[in-house]
Each structure stands twice: as C-alpha cells, then as structure tokens.
C-alpha cells in the first residue's frame, strides 16, 4: 500500500483505502467518568491495516480532494463495525461517532440516521449514541445544520461538539447549536508560553457549558496535569492517552477505577490545601484591616485616609481606593511606583460596577460585614496575576479596594 507524505507525516492513499476496504477498521479510546471513575463510553475512529502496521485516516477524511462518496462510505463501513462492538460487547456504553458536518448535510440517503435505525431493530439504544462534530470545520447554512441535527436529536441521537478551543472555535455558533456535550481540547495546555490565555478561554467555555446545560468532556489527556485540570474545572468526562490510547476493542469498565479513585484523592488533598490557604489569607487580611480600621478617627477625605493607611499594607498591595455599593469611585487611585504612593486623582467617580461579581461581591460584604478575597485575574495595568480584598469601612455602604501585588501573593502561596 503506497502512502504519500505531507509536512513529514505519511498518508494514506485514498485510492489504497478504497481498493482495501476490508482492512479498515474502528479503533476505540475509552471515555473514563468523573463521577465512578469507570468507562462510560468509547469515541469510535477510523484505521486501516496496511504493511506497515495500523494507520490512521484522519488525513483521508480532512482530504476535500477526496470525493465526498468515498468518505461517506468508509464512514459508514466504520460506523457498522463499530455498531455491532458496540451491541456484541457493551450496549449500555456511550458511542462517540465523528462525522464531518459538511458531508452530513451533503449526504441526500441519510445515511447515518439509516444505519442508527437499522440498528435499532436489533436492541440498539439511540440514547447511546453520540455523534461528534466539529463546529469550526462547516462552512455551510448553519441553520440548515441545527435543523438536521435537531432531527437527529428528536431520535435520542445526542450532539458533541469536539475540539472546542482548539484552533477559531465560535462560541456564539456552539450555543446555537446547543450540544448535549463540550468536548473541550486540552493540547494546547503543554504550551507554557500560552498558558493563562489558553486558561482564560478554558474559562469562557466552562461558563458557556453551564449556560447551555452541556457537559464537559476534556479531552487530548496526556499527563497528570491535564487530568487534574479537567477534574478542578468541572470535566465530568476524561479522554486521552495518559487514561487509555486507541484500542480495537472494548475494556473492562473498572480497568482504571482504583487508580482514578487514587488520583482523585490526590487532586482533593492538593485542593483543600490550597484552599485552606485562601482561607488563611482572608482571615489574616480581615483582622489586619480590622486593627487598622481602630485606629483610624472619622474619615473626612478618602485620599487623605488612604494615604495614611498605605504605611499599613505597603508590603502587599500596590493600589488602593473606596468605591460606594453603587461602584462609583469615592477616592482617587493610591499607586505605588517604585515603594512611593502617589495618588491618582482622575478615577475618581468612575464607576465599576459592569465588571462581573461587583455588585454580588458588594451586596455580600454588606450582610456578612466582612471583606472579602477576589478570586485570581489579570490586572490591565500591570499585566500580572493578582488578587483584590475588599472591606466595608463604614455605616454610609463605603468599601476599600487592596490590590495585592504578584510578589505578595507568591509568598503567601496564593497564586492558583
């Protein structure tokens, strides 16, 4: 079997897959649960067995050059095979099946959903059944594609999305589409240069998740890190090779559940540490201000007071100001700039109360009359990891604004 290179990597010939049908084959990468630590499910992929030893076929399907009929039936060889592991071996087991949406709306038989209910007929449950898409490789009517995928649905077929956050995903075009499942690419989490970016739209998509009621599936899993990521960032499901690589057959279901239960273990010890040192660091910052606050007589300027207050917090923060529960700034900003405070008068009567949790934050502080520890962001001006604690000074709804500083929070090991 001949194959061709492209950018160092060895293709195969479509004309080879065509002519060796019999060889190709599904290969499966076992889908592990949160919640059980067993498998749960099985993405299904195309392989073929050539002289060489098995070969992937990505490039055949990715190929535009390749005619569209002879993509469709070789997916529709591996969807067989993989349907009759599926009912042989473990019907009540998710099967993730990836199409490319182009070829779905370019396929006039039907012949995915035909194949399903065939199926069927011989004790499949269409509620086990997942169909894989990737929202960024259409190019088509959208709303032609939600129609026939909204078909499919009304059959009990479910929807993923994969490789979200690899490469341009659209959110926006992922919400229309509504999938049942997120599966959120976790390679480009290796590459530290782009780590807290990379991190950040991790985060929008979490958050878009919870929004649509999708469930989040980390996959691309290949070391420890990764795992422990997925687990701290609301990942129900866990593919990739650190669990188990691409098999031809199915697993027993326990086969990781003593070392995922291990592992989880881990990550909770390594959590609640962390934890216990946010909580630490709040109490410590609540009675600092606290003991500052008393010796502090009735404050008649703001900038005034802040001045006098810098010499308490000087060692960890570099800005300070009062805002009203109403988020308009009642000082200036106090910036520290090489160890001196100067005081920046133009922010005043600004208003922040469009940035996410201010108010949440604000109302909080009001009923529990405590401050309060901002969970860790980049800060515009500095470009730094850093956190902010807030305090109610007064009976008029007034609160103070510390921003800590990256070097603070590094020693009282608080940047996570």
Not at 116 to 137: F, H, M, S, W
Not at 154 to 160: E, F, K, P, R, S
Not at 215 to 229: S, W
């Amino acid at each position: 079997m001949e194959r061709r290179k492209k950018g160092g990597v060895l293709l195969v010939d479509a004309l080879d897959v065509m002519s060796n049908l019999d060889q190709v084959l599904p290969y499966y990468q076992a889908i592990f649960s949160a919640d059980e630590h067993t498998v749960i499910g099985y993405e299904a992929v195309g392989r073929i067995q050539t002289e060489q030893g098995i070969q992937g076929l990505a490039s055949f399907f990715r190929d535009e050059s390749v005619p569209e009929e002879y993509r469709i039936e070789v997916d529709n060889l591996i969807l067989t095979k993989a349907l009759q592991m599926h009912l042989e071996t473990d019907p009540s087991a998710l099967l993730f099946i990836n199409r490319n949406a182009n070829l779905l709306m370019q396929d006039e038989e039907d012949s995915f959903l035909n194949q399903l209910l065939a199926y069927e007929k011989q004790g499949l449950d269409l509620k086990n059944i997942v169909l894989e898409i990737r929202e960024q490789d259409f190019t088509g009517d959208l709303n032609q594609l939600l129609h026939l995928l909204t078909y499919y649905r009304t059959y009990g077929v479910q929807l993923a999305i994969n490789k979200v956050g690899a490469g341009m995903s659209n959110l926006e075009r992922i919400s229309l589409l509504s999938p049942d499942i997120l599966k959120v690419d976790l390679s480009s989490l290796r590459q530290t240069a782009m780590l807290q970016s990379y991190q950040d739209v991790l985060y929008s998509i979490s958050l878009l998740a919870r929004r649509i009621g999708a469930t989040l599936l980390y996959e691309d899993i290949d070391a420890f890190y990764q795992l422990q990521y997925a687990w701290r960032n609301g990942g129900r499901y866990y593919q990739g090779d650190y669990l188990q690589r691409f098999m031809p057959s199915f697993l027993h279901a326990d086969i990781l559940k003593d070392r995922l239960r291990q592992e989880c273990h881990e990550f909770i010890v390594h959590e609640k540490r962390k934890l216990e040192n946010i909580y630490a660091l709040t109490e410590r910052l609540r009675s600092r201000m606290s003991t500052a606050m008393a010796k502090q007589k009735k404050i008649e300027s703001f900038n005034k007071w802040l001045m006098t207050l810098s010499e308490e917090v000087t060692d960890c923060s570099f800005r300070l100001y009062v805002c009203d529960e109403d988020g308009f700034q009642k000082s200036g900003n106090l910036v520290k700039e090489n160890g001196q405070w100067e005081l920046v008068p133009e922010y005043e009567q600004k208003n922040w109360s469009w940035r996410p949790y201010f108010l949440a934050n604000i109302m909080q502080m009001r009923f529990e009359k405590k401050g309060r520890l901002s969970d860790l962001y980049t800060d515009i001006d500095t470009g730094e990891m850093v956190r902010t604690f807030s305090f109610p000074i007064d009976d008029d709804q007034h609160y103070l604004f510390i921003d800590l500083s990256h070097e603070f929070l590094y020693e009282q090991d608080a940047l996570f």
